[in-house]
C-alpha cells in the first residue's frame, strides 16, 4: 500500500469532488434555455408582462410547472428565485422572527428550540439550524428512510419544532423513503402545533438507472391525516437547467402559502419572472422534463458505475468499508471503519485529491464515529474521476491498516 501511495504522489494529480456540480456537458444539454426565449413578444403572457413587477407567488404557468412534477396543485405552490436553499433558510428565519402559520409565538420566545436531523445529511441544512440555535438531534437513517420510531417519540416534546429531509435519493446516502416511513411522516402527532417537516425533495426527477420512480406527494396526505399545515415541500431546477441560474419552488398548503406569500411580500416585490418563464418554455411540462433527464442520465450513469464498481473491486470483503448502491440523486456515501474518515481525507488530499471534508454530513461538523465519507461523482471528467478512485481507495486502505497496526504508516 506504501508502494502504491508513492506512485500516485507522483502523479500530482489535482482533484475535486467536495461538491455535486454538473459537468459541462450536462450544461450543454440544456444550453437551449439561453435561447428559448428569442422575442420581446414572448414576454406578454395572458395580459402579464413578465419583464415588469407583479406575480409575487410565481408566474401561473411556473406554478402549474411546479405542480405537475410535485403532484400537488398550482394554488399549493409558490416559485421562488434559483435556490430553494434560500426558501428553506427564510422559512426558518420567518418562524424565528414571526412565527409560522399555527405557531403560537415567534421561535425566538421559545424557551428551547429543537430541530430533528437525519444523519448522515446535509450539511446546508444543519447549519441553517445551527445558526438559529437550535439545539439539534440526529436521527440515524436506515434504507427506509429516517428511524421513525425516534422520531415519533422526540415529537412528543414541544421544543421540537420540525425534521429536514431528502425523501427521494437522500443526500448522502441515496435512499429513497419508503411508502411506510412517509405515511408515517403524515400521521406524526407532535407535541409542538407549529412543528414543520422540511421537505427537501431536491431531487424529485433525479434516477440515473433505469426509469423515472413515482413518489407520494406527503402535501396530501398530511391534509388527509388533518394536519395541512405541518409540511412545506421544496425543489429548483439546479440540477435540471444551470445550477445557481434556474428556478425555485416551495409547496405546502394553500393557508401556509397565503401567510408565507404575506411575509415574503415585505421582502420582495416579484422574483425573475423572465426566468419563470423561459424555464417553463424549456422544460415544458413533467413527461418532457424526464426526457432531459435521461440525457443527463446518460452522463451521470458511466460515472456512479465506475465508482461503484472500484469500490467494489477494491473493497469488498476488507471489512473496513460498506456503501449503498444509490440509482439516483448526486452523491454515493462510503461508511469507513470507525475512527479513519478524516484521516483517510488528510491521505487523499496530501496526493491532490479534495473530498466533501469528514463530519460535514453531521450536525456541528462532528460524525461521532469518524466514519461517513462523501463521494460526489458527476463533475470530474470520467478519467480524472477514475483516478480520484484509485487514490481514494488506497487511502481508505492505509487509514484502516494504521487504525488495526496502531502506527502511522505515511507522514
Known amino acids: 500500500m506504501r508502494e502504491r501511495y508513492e506512485k500516485l504522489k507522483d502523479k500530482n494529480l489535482k482533484l475535486d469532488m467536495s461538491r455535486g456540480k454538473p459537468e459541462k456537458g450536462q450544461l450543454d444539454v440544456v444550453s437551449g434555455l439561453l435561447t428559448v426565449l428569442s422575442d ?3 414576454c406578454l403572457l395572458d395580459g402579464i408582462d413578465c419583464r415588469n413587477y407583479g406575480d409575487l407567488a410565481g408566474l401561473q404557468c411556473a406554478r402549474e410547472y411546479w405542480a405537475d412534477v410535485l403532484g400537488c396543485k398550482p394554488s399549493q405552490t409558490f416559485v421562488g428565485g434559483n435556490a430553494s436553499l434560500n426558501l428553506m433558510h ?15 409565538q415567534p421561535w425566538c420566545k421559545e424557551e428551547k428550540l429543537k430541530f430533528l436531523c437525519p444523519v448522515p445529511g446535509y450539511d446546508r441544512h444543519f447549519r441553517i439550524t445551527e445558526t438559529y440555535g437550535f439545539e439539534m438531534i440526529c436521527i440515524p437513517m ?39 416511513t412517509v405515511q408515517r411522516f403524515a400521521q406524526l402527532k407532535p407535541a ?3 412543528f414543520v417537516i422540511m421537505w427537501d425533495n431536491a431531487y424529485c426527477v433525479h434516477e440515473f438507472e433505469g426509469d423515472f420512480e413515482p ?4 402535501i396530501s396526505l398530511c391534509a388527509q391525516a388533518g394536519r395541512p399545515n405541518m409540511v412545506y415541500e421544496f425543489a429548483s431546477t439546479s440540477k435540471l437547467t444551470f445550477p445557481g441560474a434556474g428556478i425555485s419552488v416551495i409547496a405546502s398548503s394553500e393557508e401556509n402559502i ?29 413527461a418532457h422534463t424526464l426526457e432531459i433527464m435521461k440525457e443527463h442520465a446518460a452522463i451521470l450513469q458511466p460515472k456512479f458505475r465506475m465508482v461503484l464498481k472500484m469500490l467494489r473491486k477494491e473493497l469488498t470483503n476488507k471489512g473496513i468499508a460498506h456503501w ?27 496526493l491532490g485529491v479534495t473530498l466533501t471534508p469528514a463530519g460535514a454530513t453531521y450536525p456541528y461538523g462532528i460524525d461521532p ?19 480520484a478512485m484509485d487514490v481514494f481507495c488506497v487511502c481508505i486502505k492505509l487509514a484502516a491498516l494504521e487504525k488495526h497496526l496502531g502506527e502511522t504508516l505515511i507522514g
Open 369 to 387: 464515529e469518524d466514519s461517513m465519507i462523501r463521494i460526489a461523482p458527476s463533475y470530474p471528467p470520467i478519467e480524472e474521476l477514475e483516478a
Open 324 to 350: 449503498h448502491h444509490p440509482v439516483g440523486g448526486y452523491f454515493v456515501c462510503v461508511a469507513a471503519m470507525p475512527g479513519t474518515a478524516k484521516r483517510t481525507l488528510e491521505l487523499c488530499k496530501q
Open 90 to 104: 427564510d422559512l426558518i428565519t420567518r418562524g424565528y422572527t414571526h412565527g409560522l402559520l399555527d405557531s403560537p
Open 142 to 180: 436506515t434504507p427506509d428512510g429516517p428511524d421513525m420510531d425516534m422520531v415519533e417519540e422526540y415529537v412528543k416534546d414541544p421544543a421540537v419544532k420540525g425534521i429536514w429531509c431528502v425523501p427521494k435519493y437522500s443526500n448522502p446516502q441515496g435512499y429513497v423513503y419508503t411508502d411506510e
Open 215 to 218: 413518489f407520494k406527494d406527503i
Open 192 to 194: 409542538a402545533p407549529d
Open 258 to 286: 397565503a401567510y408565507w406569500s404575506k411575509l415574503a411580500g415585505v421582502q420582495n416585490i416579484s422574483y425573475d419572472k423572465v426566468n419563470q418563464l423561459r424555464h417553463v418554455l424549456f422544460l415544458k411540462n413533467k
Open 40 to 42: 420581446k413578444d414572448m
